[in-house]
């Protein structure tokens, strides 16, 4: 028999349940807290921006929280997703390591984004809600949240910070196909935005900016609510459909993971994937080591402060406890846009606090290499964002290849780079720099934390 090279399950394994971490945690995380009381917020100060039933996942303690039929029938589109063995990237290596990488190209915007888009989108409209508004960075959320609403006949109004606005056009040509209305961020069309503006006219945008518009506007409007793709917890929980569909993977391939690897900027892909194998680590089950990779240009895990910090720029949301740049520090425009963030999700920093993961920081350029040689061994382009995982994923297996080690490495591939060609196109052409974040810089952000 060939040697197997994916593990696909059937739609009857599809999950019935997200999981919830929290439980099984040490300790929970610290709650978020309302800027002016400096008081833990509560129902009534999300309602402006979340539907009920997405509040209450925000806050609850129960392990598990059942998936709706309605949002299980969206799923089966594209879940579960497959895992595959890197066969040929390890032959490529030369290393006895044994790589694994949980794909989320398949879904209908090639990312994993929609594993959440959809519930947010169900729950909006089981409440009501006419329309959406939310930011986007490299355009892979906006592009899941712009399907989400057409399944649920739902508006969407997306704000897509200006340097990937500019880089990445089939983007908003997605999001526009879908049904969405996108605008760069910052813009003329919020007070947020014009404030930037007049300060920086020339300004690339973070995703901390696009948040605030798009945050605004739902204030302002009793029909629309706010949705975010990441760094929040029930967006986080949302993604634990891949980390449990990979432990059944890895149950039909007779392994089990010493290392876990995956890119982080608001933290959902790779909360979405490690959370249920940190499950079956804290049960005493297995004992992977779990690294997140951040870009060196936005290290938020590796160089911020864990602190209470707004998750936007203009100071608009409830206060979160967050490894954090600060929230008015602007990244270079680095290709990994969905990585441009300033601070990491609470429910990761507070786990990292605990000591229960790892982190390190890359430059692009051995990110973009890494992209490459795996595009050409495995035959996926993969997204700049996940680049990350698997330069953290090459150097492991090198280090297996001068110790000898089989480690089993598994990372989720959390997308397809086929929108963002123009960034591997400056890759090939030697126009990537390595901007990593200066001391100076970074010293001058955090002294906006209070």
Same mark, same amino acid.
């Given at each position: 028999?060939?040697?197997? =090279?994916?593990?696909?399950?059937?739609?009857?394994?599809?999950?019935? !349940?997200?999981?919830?971490?929290?439980?099984?945690?040490?300790?929970?995380?610290?709650?978020?807290?309302?800027?002016?009381?400096?008081?833990?917020?509560?129902?009534?100060?999300?309602? *402006?921006?979340?539907?009920?039933?997405?509040?209450? !996942?925000?806050? =609850?303690?129960?392990?598990?929280?059942?998936? *709706?039929?309605?949002?299980?029938?969206?799923? +089966?589109?594209?879940? *579960?997703?497959?895992?595959?063995? @890197?066969? +040929?990237?390890?032959?490529?290596?030369?290393?006895? @390591?044994?790589?694994?990488?949980?794909?989320?190209?398949?879904?209908?915007?090639?990312?994993?984004?929609?594993?959440?888009?959809?519930?947010?989108?169900?729950?909006?409209?089981?409440?009501?809600?006419?329309?959406?508004?939310?930011?986007?960075?490299?355009?892979?959320?906006? $592009?899941?949240?712009?399907?989400?609403?057409? !399944?649920?006949?739902?508006?969407?109004?997306?704000?897509?910070?200006?340097?990937?606005?500019?880089?990445?056009?089939?983007?908003?040509? %997605?999001?526009?196909?879908?049904?969405?209305?996108?605008?760069?961020?910052?813009?003329?069309?919020?007070?947020?935005?014009?404030?930037?503006?007049?300060?920086?006219?020339?300004?690339?945008?973070?995703?901390?900016?696009?948040?605030?518009?798009?945050?605004?506007?739902?204030?302002?409007? *009793?029909?629309?609510?706010?949705?975010?793709? $990441?760094?929040?917890?029930?967006?986080?929980?949302?993604?634990?459909?891949?980390?449990?569909?990979?432990?059944? !993977?890895?149950?039909?391939?007779?392994?089990?993971?010493?290392?876990?690897?995956?890119?982080?900027?608001?933290?959902?892909?790779?909360?979405?994937?490690?959370?249920?194998?940190?499950?079956?680590?804290?049960?005493?089950? %297995?004992?992977?080591?779990?690294?997140?990779?951040?870009? @060196?240009?936005?290290?938020?895990?590796?160089?911020?402060?864990?602190?209470?910090?707004?998750?936007?720029?203009?100071?608009?949301?409830?206060?979160?406890? %967050?490894?954090?740049?600060?929230?008015?520090?602007?990244?270079?425009?680095?290709?990994?846009?969905? &990585?441009?963030?300033?601070? %990491?999700?609470?429910?990761?920093?507070?786990?990292?606090?605990?000591?229960?993961?790892?982190?390190?920081?890359?430059?692009?350029?051995?990110?973009?290499?890494?992209?490459?040689?795996?595009?050409? $061994?495995?035959?996926?382009?993969?997204?700049?964002?996940?680049?990350?995982?698997?330069?953290?994923?090459?150097?492991?297996?090198?280090?297996?290849?001068?110790?000898?080690?089989?480690?089993?490495? &598994?990372?989720?591939?959390?997308?397809?780079?086929?929108?963002?060609?123009?960034?591997?196109?400056?890759?090939?052409?030697?126009?990537?720099?390595?901007?990593?974040?200066?001391?100076?810089?970074?010293?001058?952000?955090?002294?906006?934390?209070?």
């Amino acid at each position: 028999m060939a040697e197997q =090279t994916k593990y696909v399950l059937d739609e009857a394994d599809l999950p019935t !349940q997200w999981y919830n971490v929290i439980p099984d945690l040490p300790e929970p995380p610290p709650p978020p807290l309302h800027p002016g009381t400096r008081e833990p917020v509560g129902p009534e100060d999300l309602a *402006p921006l979340f539907p009920q039933a997405l509040i209450a !996942q925000e806050v =609850t303690t129960d392990r598990y929280v059942d998936i *709706p039929a309605e949002v299980q029938e969206v799923y +089966r589109l594209w879940r *579960p997703s497959p895992l595959f063995r @890197a066969r +040929r990237l390890e032959k490529a290596l030369g290393t006895p @390591a044994r790589i694994y990488y949980k794909y989320e190209g398949v879904s209908p915007v090639g990312s994993h984004k929609p594993n959440t888009a959809v519930p947010q989108a169900f729950y909006n409209a089981a409440e009501g809600v006419r329309r959406l508004t939310t930011e986007t960075g490299a355009g892979q959320w906006g $592009s899941a949240l712009a399907f989400a609403c057409a !399944q649920y006949g739902l508006e969407c109004e997306v704000w897509q910070v200006r340097a990937s606005y500019d880089q990445k056009p089939y983007r908003k040509l %997605m999001m526009e196909t879908f049904g969405a209305t996108v605008h760069p961020s910052p813009s003329e069309l919020t007070e947020s935005g014009r404030a930037i503006l007049k300060q920086h006219p020339d300004s690339t945008g973070s995703l901390g900016i696009a948040i605030s518009e798009a945050v605004e506007q739902a204030a302002q409007d *009793p029909d629309t609510r706010y949705a975010l793709g $990441s760094v929040l917890n029930h967006v986080l929980l949302h993604q634990t459909v891949i980390g449990e569909e990979a432990l059944k !993977q890895f149950e039909l391939a007779g392994d089990t993971p010493d290392v876990l690897v995956g890119c982080t900027g608001g933290g959902s892909n790779f909360g979405g994937l490690a959370f249920p194998f940190l499950r079956e680590k804290l049960a005493g089950r %297995m004992d992977p080591v779990i690294r997140a990779v951040e870009p @060196a240009a936005c290290p938020s895990l590796t160089r911020g402060k864990y602190a209470y910090d707004f998750g936007d720029t203009a100071g608009l949301t409830p206060l979160l406890k %967050m490894h954090t740049l600060g929230h008015e520090f602007i990244p270079d425009p680095i290709h990994a846009g969905g &990585l441009r963030y300033h601070g %990491m999700s609470p429910l990761i920093s507070h786990i990292h606090e605990l000591g229960l993961i790892e982190a390190l920081a890359i430059g692009q350029r051995e990110c973009f290499a890494a992209g490459v040689q795996f595009a050409r $061994s495995e035959g996926i382009i993969p997204a700049p964002e996940p680049t990350h995982a698997l330069a953290a994923c090459i150097r492991e297996a090198l280090r297996c290849k001068e110790s000898g080690e089989e480690k089993v490495i &598994l990372t989720a591939l959390c997308g397809h780079a086929h929108l963002d060609l123009p960034a591997y196109g400056a890759y090939l052409a030697g126009n990537v720099a390595d901007d990593e974040l200066s001391e100076a810089t970074l010293a001058e952000s955090l002294a906006t934390l209070s």
